[in-house]
């Protein structure tokens, strides 16, 4: 039997929160668990959680009050820096984008999304720790190219074949164990790799490795079969 993807729900508006767990009630493997209408009420119920109710994945509103969605993820990461988090917002702009690629957020997603939508982005972030739409990378690829500091390479200037197959593969959304399976190395050896490519791209974390990759180099769209 899979194991369910927990999830906790914060935003101030009650009804999504309740809609949200009604519609993920119907997901066989995604479970509800904490849910809050704010910032500082989740940080106590996380706090006082046990290991069996610590979510794998937060949905976060971005304007709450009094704590708002962007002071949140910043505690959040800080304390508990593999917590995986996903962004709901009825719009963003690519700074905010930017914003929160910095800080290790997982995926974007529209408060109005359907839920295959919704469920598919949850399943990626969870497998794959990362989610980008096709708008998330047009915002993204604004943002980076605005930025005073850009990246001068490509990936075969900096990077091995080996590493240049894997981080292909990390775009597409493969896990470690997958990767290795394609490649027919160890989930070990892919884990070695990705920290030299973090390492060689200077990027802090793996959301940060595939935003610079979609704005900066020449990768496929689709899983390679």
Do not use: W
Not at 10 to 20: R, S
Not at 115 to 124: F, G, P, Q, R, Y
Not at 142 to 151: E, I, N
């Amino acid at each position: 039997m899979n194991k369910k993807i927990k999830i906790a729900i914060i935003d101030d508006e009650t009804l999504l929160v309740e809609g949200f767990s009604i519609m993920f009630s119907n997901v066989k493997n995604i479970q509800v668990g904490i849910t809050a209408n704010n910032g500082l009420d989740f940080l106590n119920t996380l706090e006082e959680s046990s290991e069996s109710d610590f979510p794998d994945i937060v949905l976060v509103d971005i304007q709450m009050k009094p704590m708002d969605g962007f002071e949140l993820v910043e505690i959040l990461k800080e304390k508990h820096p593999y917590l995986k988090i996903i962004i709901l917002s009825s719009h963003y702009k690519s700074n905010v984008l930017g914003h929160m690629i910095k800080l290790g957020v997982s995926a974007f997603i529209p408060k109005n999304a359907n839920k295959e939508l919704l469920v598919t982005a949850i399943e990626s972030v969870n497998n794959s720790g990362v989610y980008f739409t096709k708008t998330d990378q047009e915002l993204l690829a604004k943002y980076m190219s605005s930025r005073s500091k850009k990246l001068r390479f490509t990936s075969n200037e900096v990077l091995s074949k080996r590493e240049n197959e894997i981080l292909k593969l990390i775009c597409l959304e493969y896990t470690n164990q997958e990767i290795g399976d394609k490649l027919c190395i160890s989930k070990r050896t892919v884990e070695n790799h990705r920290q030299k490519i973090l390492e060689k791209i200077g990027a802090k974390n793996t959301v940060g490795l595939v935003a610079v990759s979609y704005t900066h180099l020449t990768l496929p769209t689709k899983r390679i079969v």
